[in-house]
């Protein structure tokens, strides 16, 4: 049986199999044997005839119904909803669900349309519901969704949709770390809204289920974000800086486990950049005076020094992209900070764009020494 393949994949087989030849390791025969099983993979032409028609028929019947859309029944409105969400679905089966790039764009559209939908019967019969509450209803079907069809796509809508939410309940405050250093609410209250926590569980749980690399990534991300704004209610807002850089250096040192290493790299890096910065060293005991210097000037220098040796030990243990991505980014901070704006704009340009060819050529470097 011929197996299919893209042209350009064929091409690449071909050059191999005729160094293959010329170095005496297989003879022409079993070269144009190899070769007679693989086959290059024809478009067909019949198939985008067909998918480009069906778009444009959707096209002009959703164009259509939007502008006699007021005018329709609601009942008829709800039935063109529930049709648009069945025939998406039905696109999605045929197309082979979640096993091929255009199911999961169908599957990605009925939830996109279930979730619309909820906005519009709702808005239809006037039933007093917050939008919060739909967009929870909505990431809830686009989880069920998900788990059911092992559908990475729908886990990264759900996380989208899982941003905006965590925001509109006050979850997240990307604004939380500009507060006072004393405590405003009890450590009890750390797990309120508790949906919040249930919610990056769920995803965590997702991400386990579907074993996709992006899915832990946006996932740490939004973890970061809740754990740095819940902590800053509880304890102000050095104290969670603090907190969180000294576990997230702690958790890089795990090298047994890659996934917890890799959180705490992106804790230490994240909110250690954030302490490179004085404005957030709050409190009369970061402001005594340390071997001569004011605190407010120490502590964050003794930081950026913490944050880089760190992220040198990392790229030593064996996560060079993570460690010299921090590592450029501590030293664009000082650059455009101190440097910058005191040097003729031509040259500080040309000092950055030679700190990144270099940079290009160290990760390169580091890379070939961990895996020679």
């Known amino acids: 049986m011929k197996k299919l393949h893209a042209k350009k994949e064929i091409e690449f087989l071909n050059a191999e199999i005729s160094d293959w030849v ?3 390791l297989i003879t ?16 067909n032409l ?31 409105r709800v039935c063109v909803i529930v049709a648009a969400w ?43 519901l917050e939008w919060t509450a739909i967009i929870g209803w909505w ?9 059911a069809a092992r559908d990475d796509w729908q886990v990264y809508f759900a996380q989208i949709l899982s941003f905006l939410y965590l925001n509109a309940v006050n979850a997240i405050d990307i604004f939380a770390l500009e507060f006072a250093n004393l405590s405003r609410v009890s450590v009890l209250e750390f797990f309120s809204p508790w949906n919040a926590f249930a919610l990056i569980i769920f995803l965590w749980l997702a991400w386990r289920f579907i074993s996709e690399r992006g899915i832990f990534g946006v996932n740490m991300l939004l ?18 800086l603090i907190i969180l850089v000294l576990s997230g250096a702690v958790l890089s040192m795990i090298s047994k486990w890659r996934d917890s290493q890799i959180f705490g790299v992106l804790m230490l ?12 060293w709050q409190g009369e005991i970061f402001a005594a005076e340390i071997f001569g210097f004011s605190g407010k000037n120490f502590f964050p220098v003794a930081t950026a020094v913490f944050v880089a040796l760190m992220m040198l030990l990392n790229i030593y ?33 040309t000092l950055v764009g030679i700190a990144l060819l270099t940079a290009g050529i160290f990760f390169g470097k580091i890379k070939k020494f961990l895996n020679p």
């Open 317 to 349: 243990k064996g996560l060079a992209a993570l460690g010299i991505i921090f590592c450029t980014l501590l030293a664009a901070r000082y650059f455009f900070d101190h440097l910058f704006g005191y040097m003729p704009k031509a040259w500080g340009f």
């Open 46 to 76: 019949r198939m985008i005839f067909f998918i480009a028609g069906g778009i444009l028929l959707g096209l002009g019947a959703v164009s259509f119904v939007a502008a006699h859309w007021h005018e329709l029944p609601k009942i008829f």
């Open 269 to 280: 890096g994240l909110f250690g950049l954030l302490l490179t910065w004085s404005e957030f």
């Open 22 to 24: 010329r170095l005496n």
């Open 86 to 128: 069945l025939a998406s679905m039905a696109a999605y089966s045929f197309f082979g669900m979640s096993k091929t790039r255009a199911g999961k764009a169908f599957h990605l559209l009925a939830s996109v349309i279930f979730g619309s939908g909820i906005f519009l019967i709702t808005r239809m019969y006037n039933i007093k």
């Open 28 to 43: 022409s025969e079993q070269s144009e044997k190899i070769l007679s099983l693989y086959e290059i993979k024809s478009r």
């Open 139 to 147: 990431i809830i079907q686009i989880l069920i969704s998900a788990f």
């Open 223 to 240: 973890t970061l974000l809740l754990l740095a704004s819940r902590m800053s209610l509880c304890f102000g807002g050095t104290w969670t």
